[in-house]
């Protein structure tokens, strides 16, 4: 190579320019004005077609498959969400809306019964019957399903005639309709199932508002819409092409570009990054899901054995200051009921809210310990990495040393769950937080939840307070229960909850006028996928 | 006779000097801790914060330092690993010839086929992210050029008439090598050291960028330029002073080299490589 010198400034150039991607500063299409409980709210005036070009971080789990019973994260629920459908669904504010179910009654506080809709059809063209919700909810309560746990004390799952289905309960169970929103209480064609004609870890045939006609596993998805869905004149779509764009920056440059018409967004900076993009809209769903810290308890060795050190690192945590730094203020400090649900603890009356790093120090000099340090494994996908650098900037305060270990989500999941007992120190990861407050307070107990048994230890006082929580009606009782439950969780502190995880989702306003709730607890920013209408085809 | 550096590789030479002092600063914290949280997010370079803050609201000025340092001392560290290696194999290779010298050339040959941010991104993915991962990535992407012309060079002094004379009068080969080989083979690996360190410069950069390089909070400069990279429009000073020193330090660093090249290897002796 004559002039290598000249090739690598080039290179660093391109290093800094691939970086960049200004976006066109023309002026923006005003957004119709949102619906109250609403984002974002589409214009039924729209013809119906089009396609919707959408860019998201990442792919459903790889290792549970496409069965939705074992669906174990967001992103999956997420994606599944366009194919199967639940009993119930979530609306604005959390509120529980019927879905697949037309209407429900509760004849005692342990008897569910429901009554199914008459028009609603698998994508295979099979009417759906009792038998298959009967069928579905059994499989899952009989499966190794994470969502199991959720779902409560249930005693029975039996037909009530031809469109009805009774659940009774063991004890009563306040989020159980809460838990029957999500994609893993899906519908599933049993009939299909059962003779062997689908299976559903590789082929997905539900009752939901697209099908599947193509997928690439962490690449990208193709549906096309399910002519035989049940909603007259919905979805408005005639197609969603899902690319899965790990990179934040590719997807800021696909909505500023066009190549995408919607975009999940990490950076809770977007808003301004693309503020001036043309006909780019940002907007910001409330969401229960937070982010936690778990503390290894499970390790040969682990430095987390001593209740006391474990809380002086929770004590040591400025979660104002997470809220205000790592996520820009778009989060808020929250305790392991999830802060925004009605009876929600408040994080400031928590065991940890007073003490400071000074607390924390007089803690760990009371166990005995003295310049602590571990690592902190986290994925690589903002705000993650900015929540750790302000942990470490916290914890540093009282004197412990933490040393960020920042991998892809893949080689942090195998880190995290893929070994019991877990060989990792700390962990960082986020919680859907549902629409009840006693829903992800569940994932403190590890004989409940699994996934997280390989590295925290099962308290009984605590298991028992949730379990209590959950069986009280909501209401001044429950909150009380379900404080009691936060401040066990708190002094624990195997699982220390931060601060709740803001949803930043982009669209291009002039080829998508989208429904989006205000609020959203499963993760799930495409729950109103079905009423969203395309502008124009592009 | 060696000819003086010239003015341009002088230049050259005043900025590298300059970048390392400017790191140096960050060892005594002259500007601050990089790591600390010290003002608002995002505040744009004020007299308070001379390059402004970044998305955590911690001071550019002392970060850039620290990123600096971190990337010179990463480059410079696995260019001497680099240097070591290739003379021993290359000087090996050139002097004694046959089976050797295939092996080793079979080898480079081998790593030079893979694109250097390629090769680097596959030793990441097997050592895991993090310096040693970017040091190693480093060490084998600058390995196959630099063991290529050490070798070019070896084959031609070892066929000059003062190692022909240390071979008959019975000198050992580490004698042999070490005496009479290496050094005059030494300002080969001078030269292409300053190629090495800037193409190290580059894939440190570009495998920070990637995430699979230095982790945080340290920074370094493919740390910076990856997470400036997000804010282009909204926080532009969180890219320009990161990528202006990348940009000047490796156009210094090879601008340096070529004076260096002039000096110790006059083109009429070069070897034909």
Same mark, same amino acid.
């Given at each position: 190579?004559?002039?290598?010198?000249?090739?690598?400034?080039?290179?660093?150039?391109?290093?800094?320019?691939?970086?960049?991607?200004?976006?066109?500063?023309?002026?923006?299409?005003?957004?119709?004005?949102?619906?109250?409980?609403?984002?974002?709210?589409?214009?039924?005036?729209?013809?119906?077609?089009?396609?919707?070009?959408?860019?998201?971080?990442?792919?459903?789990?790889?290792?549970?498959?496409?069965?939705?019973?074992?669906?174990?994260?967001?992103?999956?629920?997420?994606?599944?969400?366009?194919?199967?459908?639940?009993?119930?669904?979530?609306?604005?504010?959390?509120?529980?809306?019927?879905?697949?179910?037309?209407?429900?009654?509760?004849?005692?506080?342990?008897?569910?019964?429901?009554?199914?809709?008459?028009?609603?059809?698998?994508?295979?063209?099979?009417?759906?019957?009792?038998?298959?919700?009967?069928?579905?909810?059994?499989?899952?309560?009989?499966?190794?399903?994470?969502?199991?746990?959720?779902?409560?004390?249930?005693?029975?799952?039996?037909?009530?005639?031809?469109?009805?289905?009774?659940?009774?309960?063991?004890?009563?169970?306040?989020?159980?309709?809460?838990?029957?929103?999500?994609?893993?209480?899906?519908?599933?064609?049993?009939?299909?199932?059962?003779?062997?004609?689908?299976?559903?870890?590789?082929?997905?045939?539900?009752?939901?508002?697209?099908?599947?006609?193509?997928?690439?596993?962490?690449?990208?998805?193709?549906?096309?819409?399910?002519?035989?869905?049940?909603?007259?004149?919905?979805?408005?779509?005639?197609?969603?092409?899902?690319?899965?764009?790990?990179?934040?920056?590719?997807?800021?440059?696909?909505?500023?570009?066009?190549?995408?018409?919607?975009?999940?967004?990490?950076?809770?900076?977007?808003?301004?990054?693309?503020?001036?993009?043309?006909?780019?809209?940002?907007?910001?769903?409330?969401?229960?899901?937070?982010?936690?810290?778990?503390?290894?308890?499970?390790?040969?060795?682990?430095?987390?054995?001593?209740?006391?050190?474990?809380?002086?690192?929770?004590?040591?945590?400025?979660?104002?200051?997470?809220?205000?730094?790592?996520?820009?203020?778009?989060?808020?400090?929250?305790?392991?009921?999830?802060?925004?649900?009605?009876?929600?603890?408040?994080?400031?009356?928590?065991?940890?809210?007073?003490?400071?790093?000074?607390?924390?120090?007089?803690?760990?000099?009371?166990?005995?310990?003295?310049?602590?340090?571990?690592?902190?494994?986290?994925?690589?996908?903002?705000?993650?990495?900015?929540?750790?650098?302000?942990?470490?900037?916290?914890?540093?305060?009282?004197?412990?040393?933490?040393?960020?270990?920042?991998?892809?989500?893949?080689?942090?999941?195998?880190?995290?769950?893929?070994?019991?007992?877990?060989?990792?120190?700390?962990?960082?990861?986020?919680?859907?937080?549902?629409?009840?407050?006693?829903?992800?307070?569940?994932?403190?107990?590890?004989?409940?939840?699994?996934?997280?048994?390989?590295?925290?230890?099962?308290?009984?006082?605590?298991?028992?307070?949730?379990?209590?929580?959950?069986?009280?009606?909501?209401?001044?009782?429950?909150?009380?229960?379900?404080?009691?439950?936060?401040?066990?969780?708190?002094?624990?502190?195997?699982?220390?909850?931060?601060?709740?995880?803001?949803?930043?989702?982009?669209?291009?306003?002039?080829?998508?006028?989208?429904?989006?709730?205000?609020?959203?607890?499963?993760?799930?920013?495409?729950?109103?996928?079905?009423?969203?209408?395309?502008?124009?085809?592009? | 006779?060696?000819?003086?550096?010239?003015?341009?590789?002088?230049?050259?030479?005043?900025?590298?000097?300059?970048?390392?002092?400017?790191?140096?600063?960050?060892?005594?914290?002259?500007?601050?801790?990089?790591?600390?949280?010290?003002?608002?997010?995002?505040?744009?370079?004020?007299?308070?914060?001379?390059?402004?803050?970044?998305?955590?609201?911690?001071?550019?000025?002392?970060?850039?330092?620290?990123?600096?340092?971190?990337?010179?001392?990463?480059?410079?560290?696995?260019?001497?690993?680099?240097?070591?290696?290739?003379?021993?194999?290359?000087?090996?290779?050139?002097?004694?010839?046959?089976?050797?010298?295939?092996?080793?050339?079979?080898?480079?040959?081998?790593?030079?086929?893979?694109?250097?941010? $390629?090769? &680097?991104? %596959?030793?990441?993915? #097997?050592? /895991?992210? @993090?310096?040693?991962?970017? !040091?190693?990535?480093?060490?084998?992407?600058?390995?196959?050029?630099?063991?290529?012309?050490?070798?070019?060079?070896?084959?031609?002094?070892?066929?000059?008439?003062?190692?022909?004379?240390?071979?008959?009068?019975?000198?050992?080969?580490?004698?042999?090598?070490?005496?009479?080989?290496?050094?005059?083979?030494?300002?080969?690996?001078?030269?292409?050291?300053?190629?090495?360190?800037?193409?190290?410069?580059?894939?440190?950069?570009?495998?920070?960028?990637?995430?699979?390089?230095?982790?945080?909070?340290?920074?370094?400069?493919?740390?910076?330029?990856?997470?400036?990279?997000?804010?282009?429009?909204?926080?532009?000073?969180?890219?320009?002073?990161?990528?202006?020193?990348? $940009?000047? &330090?490796? %156009?210094?660093?090879? #601008?340096? /080299?070529? @004076?260096?090249?002039?000096? !110790?290897?006059?083109?009429?002796?070069?070897?034909?490589?």
């Amino acid at each position: 190579m004559r002039h290598p010198w000249l090739a690598c400034s080039l290179t660093a150039l391109a290093v800094i320019t691939t970086a960049c991607a200004p976006g066109a500063t023309a002026p923006t299409a005003a957004a119709p004005e949102a619906e109250p409980g609403y984002a974002a709210s589409a214009d039924g005036a729209l013809p119906a077609g089009g396609t919707l070009n959408l860019q998201v971080h990442v792919d459903t789990g790889a290792a549970s498959g496409l069965d939705p019973q074992l669906a174990d994260v967001a992103s999956s629920w997420q994606v599944m969400s366009l194919v199967y459908e639940t009993l119930v669904t979530v609306g604005p504010d959390f509120t529980v809306q019927p879905l697949l179910a037309e209407s429900w009654e509760t004849p005692s506080p342990t008897t569910y019964v429901f009554k199914l809709r008459d028009d609603v059809v698998f994508s295979n063209g099979r009417r759906m019957t009792a038998d298959d919700v009967v069928g579905s909810l059994k499989r899952l309560l009989d499966s190794k399903s994470v969502w199991r746990g959720q779902l409560g004390p249930v005693k029975s799952v039996t037909k009530s005639g031809e469109h009805g289905v009774k659940i009774t309960l063991d004890t009563p169970y306040t989020p159980f309709l809460s838990a029957l929103a999500n994609v893993p209480a899906a519908v599933l064609p049993m009939k299909e199932v059962r003779d062997g004609s689908v299976d559903p870890a590789v082929k997905m045939v539900g009752t939901g508002p697209f099908t599947v006609e193509d997928h690439r596993q962490d690449v990208s998805w193709s549906f096309r819409k399910n002519a035989k869905y049940w909603a007259p004149g919905k979805p408005a779509l005639d197609a969603v092409n899902i690319t899965v764009a790990p990179e934040e920056t590719a997807r800021i440059a696909g909505l500023q570009n066009g190549g995408a018409s919607l975009a999940t967004l990490g950076n809770v900076d977007s808003a301004g990054m693309l503020a001036g993009a043309a006909n780019v809209e940002v907007v910001t769903q409330a969401t229960t899901d937070f982010y936690y810290l778990m503390l290894n308890t499970k390790a040969a060795s682990s430095k987390f054995a001593d209740p006391r050190v474990r809380q002086a690192i929770n004590m040591a945590m400025d979660r104002g200051q997470i809220a205000d730094v790592a996520v820009g203020g778009q989060g808020k400090p929250t305790g392991a009921t999830p802060a925004g649900l009605p009876g929600a603890c408040d994080p400031a009356r928590l065991p940890s809210a007073t003490g400071g790093p000074e607390g924390a120090k007089k803690l760990l000099a009371a166990a005995g310990v003295r310049d602590l340090s571990f690592t902190l494994s986290i994925y690589s996908t903002e705000p993650a990495p900015a929540v750790a650098q302000v942990i470490q900037q916290n914890l540093q305060q009282a004197g412990i040393k933490v040393n960020i270990e920042q991998m892809d989500e893949a080689s942090w999941a195998g880190k995290v769950y893929g070994k019991a007992p877990a060989t990792f120190d700390a962990a960082l990861s986020w919680f859907a937080g549902y629409a009840d407050p006693g829903m992800v307070a569940k994932w403190w107990n590890p004989d409940v939840a699994g996934f997280n048994s390989g590295f925290m230890k099962s308290d009984k006082e605590l298991n028992e307070l949730i379990d209590a929580a959950n069986t009280v009606p909501s209401g001044a009782g429950r909150t009380e229960a379900l404080a009691k439950v936060c401040a066990k969780a708190d002094t624990d502190a195997q699982m220390i909850p931060l601060v709740t995880r803001p949803a930043t989702i982009g669209y291009r306003s002039d080829a998508l006028s989208p429904s989006l709730y205000a609020t959203e607890g499963y993760g799930n920013a495409l729950r109103l996928i079905a009423d969203t209408r395309a502008k124009a085809v592009r | 006779m060696r000819r003086p550096l010239d003015l341009l590789s002088k230049g050259g030479l005043g900025c590298l000097l300059a970048l390392v002092a400017f790191a140096l600063g960050s060892t005594v914290d002259l500007a601050g801790d990089p790591d600390a949280i010290v003002g608002p997010r995002l505040a744009p370079p004020g007299p308070e914060w001379w390059m402004g803050t970044d998305n955590l609201g911690r001071s550019m000025l002392p970060r850039v330092m620290e990123g600096v340092g971190t990337t010179l001392l990463l480059s410079c560290t696995a260019v001497l690993l680099t240097a070591a290696v290739s003379a021993a194999f290359g000087i090996l290779a050139g002097y004694r010839g046959g089976y050797l010298n295939e092996v080793v050339l079979r080898l480079v040959e081998v790593l030079y086929s893979f694109p250097a941010i $390629v090769l &680097a991104v %596959l030793v990441a993915a #097997v050592l /895991g992210p @993090g310096q040693f991962a970017a !040091l190693a990535s480093i060490v084998l992407v600058t390995i196959p050029l630099m063991t290529r012309l050490v070798r070019a060079a070896a084959v031609g002094v070892s066929q000059r008439d003062y190692v022909t004379a240390a071979v008959i009068s019975g000198a050992r080969l580490p004698r042999i090598l070490g005496r009479h080989v290496l050094p005059n083979v030494a300002g080969t690996i001078a030269v292409q050291g300053t190629y090495a360190l800037s193409v190290g410069i580059s894939v440190e950069g570009g495998l920070s960028f990637l995430g699979f390089g230095v982790q945080p909070p340290q920074a370094s400069l493919g740390v910076l330029i990856r997470q400036g990279g997000s804010y282009m429009i909204a926080a532009p000073w969180l890219i320009i002073g990161p990528g202006t020193v990348l $940009v000047v &330090a490796i %156009l210094a660093i090879n #601008v340096f /080299g070529d @004076g260096l090249r002039d000096r !110790l290897e006059p083109r009429e002796t070069r070897s034909l490589t």
